[in-house]
């Protein structure tokens, strides 16, 4: 056989062999296959529309006028539990192990310590097991969600204020309190104020001065950083944003998945 051919039938051999490996996963046990189908329910659907995001005054928040298409988004942050799926799943390294016999690190407390890397590959992962569209949110969406259809509020909390069970900055700190201890939004999704700060899937930008539909932030511009919204805020806390380079992983933060489907999920 011509020595090019043969050459080429190993690389191809070889790619078969990465592919395959890439591929391979553990077969989910029952318990597991239950935490997956949470995950599928805790989805509400947001429908879609116009409103004007960023609050003039607010750092890098200019308004500006978006559209967005329907879609839904997990009620929660993912959790320790459903992170460790995808972890033992996949034979990864579990996150943070030594430390989950903290207050703040139960199987129902949002997870932390991942890099925006993981956490995208964690949202690509679930939609692959649910067959469902499934990916980090992008910034738009999350701040159209936290104001629940873009309301003029200063937070995501059943009242918009920081009040009731909300008041004192220990109970504001969601992050020391299992996911959805405190009051959802009215659209009935938790911790958006008050919870872990979240990953969003868009780079840094400024925000654009004409109107825009489904913004979508995938190339660099000018900074090597991807947006992260919800941080602990007394005031305006669905408005300021804050960026961390991609690879970080020690800043407390969390995620949440959102399906760009257009429909309800069944």
């Not at 599928?40 to 429908?47: D, G, L, R, Y």
């Not at 097991?129 to 910034?139: F, G, Y």
């Not at 405190?182 to 004409?210: A, C, H, K, Q």
Request: proline letters at 5%; a negative charge; hydrophobic letters at 30%.
């Amino acid at each position: 056989m011509d020595k090019r051919i043969l050459k080429f039938h190993k690389l191809l051999l070889l790619f078969f062999l990465l592919v395959q490996s890439c591929n391979s996963q553990k077969k989910a046990t029952p318990e597991q296959e239950q935490i997956l189908e949470a995950a599928k329910t805790n989805f509400v659907f947001v429908e879609g529309g116009t409103f004007m995001m960023g609050k003039n005054g607010i750092r890098f928040a200019n308004e500006h006028e978006v559209t967005l298409d329907s879609y839904s988004i997990s009620k929660y942050e993912t959790t320790w539990e459903e992170f460790d799926v995808y972890s033992e799943l996949n034979d990864l390294e579990l996150v943070y192990p030594n430390y989950r016999n903290q207050d703040d690190m139960g199987p129902n407390f949002g997870a932390i310590g991942m890099n925006w890397y993981q956490a995208k590959s964690y949202c690509e992962w679930l939609g692959e097991q649910l067959n469902l569209p499934i990916d980090l949110r992008t910034e738009a969406q999350w701040e159209y969600a936290a104001r629940s259809r873009g309301l003029n509020v200063e937070h995501a909390t059943d009242s918009g204020k920081i009040e009731g069970s909300f008041t004192e900055k220990r109970n504001y700190d969601g992050s020391k309190v299992a996911v959805g201890t405190f009051p959802p939004n009215p659209l009935g999704i938790y911790d958006m104020s008050g919870g872990r700060p979240e990953w969003t899937n868009d780079w840094s930008v400024m925000y654009p001065e004409e109107p825009i539909t489904n913004p979508r932030y995938d190339t660099i511009v000018n900074r090597k950083d991807k947006v992260i919204r919800g941080f602990h805020k007394l005031s305006n806390s669905v408005y300021v944003r804050s960026s961390r380079e991609p690879e970080q992983d020690g800043f407390g933060g969390g995620f949440r998945c959102v399906c760009n489907q257009k429909t309800k999920i069944e």
